[in-house]
């Protein structure tokens, strides 16, 4: 396995020859089976500070990574290092892990006639051809339009662009051995305002395949400043039941939560509080939750799992009951189901919404909690009682009053997700998870 010069399109045919290799070694070697990733990745780093650079740095790493199976015995290794005496031993560090592991009868590839045939191209490779000066000066620009938004920013917490870009090809033993290249290009910048003896910080960022299309890193330095000055003067309030309303670049997390509960593997653990749900009435009747595998450049869409097999669009949640678990194909067998072709995770989950965006949302609410900041875990997978610090602000007769920190919201996600009021059509487009701001009946909010 020689190195890979280029990173990109032109470098799957490469990759792919590599995953043919490995296989055919493990093969050689005795294994019964395997699969193999084999991925190639550069990136450029650049952070300011204070109107300095601070760091430029670039990355490349090479690698892969073979599980292989005897029979129904296990066993993986991973390797940076490349050539023809890298991949026997790598193999045969697979293959003596796999000689000494148990057996499992729900171990193995995914069947021969599920893999992937036709596969979507989902135009998710666009190159930025950004140099590490027009990078800093870029970042710069965004430090210093916050700087220039208001004379309550007194400091910087670090202004970063990243552009990345890759290669991975995946392969098995059954003769399936596709891959794809990709990009994702960001922008974010960190401040920090001052006032009456105060400090807040506060961030805003944006991230897109394609770096042309990145929010203009002055917008996105005038809202980390907007925001940071927006939480000065922040203080408790009372602990109370009121109602909550999660900041859409949050309340993915929720989601998020929800997808980790409902996912094979906590699940035939017996280690998730939706254990058993399925056809069960778990949201309100109007929310549906599908995922969209297939979207053209979206940051989460993938032509195939990681066990090989086509991803399709489906419904997890449709008119508030859950229709399925999110399963690969090792979960599904533990657990006596089809794999979802989720293998790696869900890609691109959409939660329905209604036409209120977050200021209709707010005057809905009345008084309570906007949550615009979170901290610490605080998720009891088993039991489903979340508990997580919180910042934000607070609001009565549907208008924010003042900014609110050192707080704490807690409740049982069961009961969360069945008082959810609304969710608005602020979409965040940012993440793998859309969603609009979530408003929830009640939570107890602990303070002073």
Avoid at 170 to 186: L, P
Avoid at 285 to 304: N, V, Y
């Amino acid at each position: 396995m020689s190195a890979v010069d280029i990173v990109g399109p032109q470098a799957v045919p490469q990759l792919q020859a590599q995953v043919e290799q490995i296989i055919a070694e493990a093969k050689k070697q005795g294994a019964s089976a395997c699969e193999v990733a084999v991925s190639v990745e550069q990136g450029l780093s650049t952070t300011v500070r204070q109107r300095e650079v601070e760091t430029v740095e670039f990355n490349r790493d090479q690698g892969f990574g073979i599980t292989l199976y005897v029979g129904q015995r296990k066993g993986s290794a991973s390797t940076s290092a490349s050539g023809e005496a890298a991949i026997r031993e790598t193999v045969a560090a697979a293959l003596a892990i796999a000689k000494h592991a148990s057996e499992d009868e729900c171990a193995g590839l995914a069947d021969a006639a599920l893999m992937a045939r036709e596969l979507p191209q989902l135009d998710l490779y666009h190159a930025w051809s950004i140099t590490p000066e027009q990078a800093i000066e870029q970042a710069l620009s965004c430090e210093a339009a916050a700087f220039a938004a208001d004379q309550r920013i007194k400091n910087a917490d670090g202004t970063t662009l990243n552009t990345h870009q890759g290669c991975r090809v995946y392969g098995n033993s059954h003769g399936f051995v596709s891959g794809y290249a990709s990009t994702r290009h960001s922008l974010s910048c960190v401040m920090i305002a001052e006032a009456a003896g105060q400090m807040q910080r506060d961030y805003w960022y944006d991230v897109n395949r394609q770096g042309e299309l990145l929010a203009d890193a002055s917008s996105i330095g005038r809202l980390a400043a907007e925001r940071a000055v927006s939480r000065l003067g922040a203080r408790p309030v009372p602990t109370c039941e009121v109602p909550v309303l999660f900041a859409a670049e949050l309340a993915g997390g929720l989601f998020g939560s929800f997808l980790a509960a409902i996912s094979g593997g906590n699940l035939y653990r017996k280690s998730s509080f939706l254990e058993g749900t399925l056809g069960q009435q778990l949201f309100p009747e109007w929310l549906t939750i599908d995922e969209r595998p297939h979207i053209p450049r979206a940051l989460g869409s993938a032509a195939f799992d990681g066990d090989g097999l086509a991803t399709y669009a489906k419904s997890f949640v449709e008119r508030g009951e859950l229709l399925s678990y999110v399963l690969s194909t090792y979960s599904g067998r533990k657990l006596g189901m089809p794999s979802t072709a989720n293998a790696g995770g869900v890609h691109n989950m959409f939660v329905s919404h209604g036409d209120e965006d977050q200021k209709a949302l707010l005057k809905r609410m009345g008084r309570g909690l906007l949550v615009t900041e979170l901290m610490g875990q605080g998720l009891n997978m088993v039991t489903g009682d979340y508990s997580r610090g919180a910042g934000g602000y607070w609001v009565e007769n549907g208008e924010i009053q003042f900014p609110v920190q050192e707080v704490t919201i807690a409740g049982n996600l069961r009961d969360m997700f069945k008082q959810i009021v609304a969710v608005g059509n602020d979409l965040e487009l940012r993440s793998n998870i859309r969603t609009g701001s979530v408003l929830i009946e009640r939570m107890t909010v602990a303070g002073s």
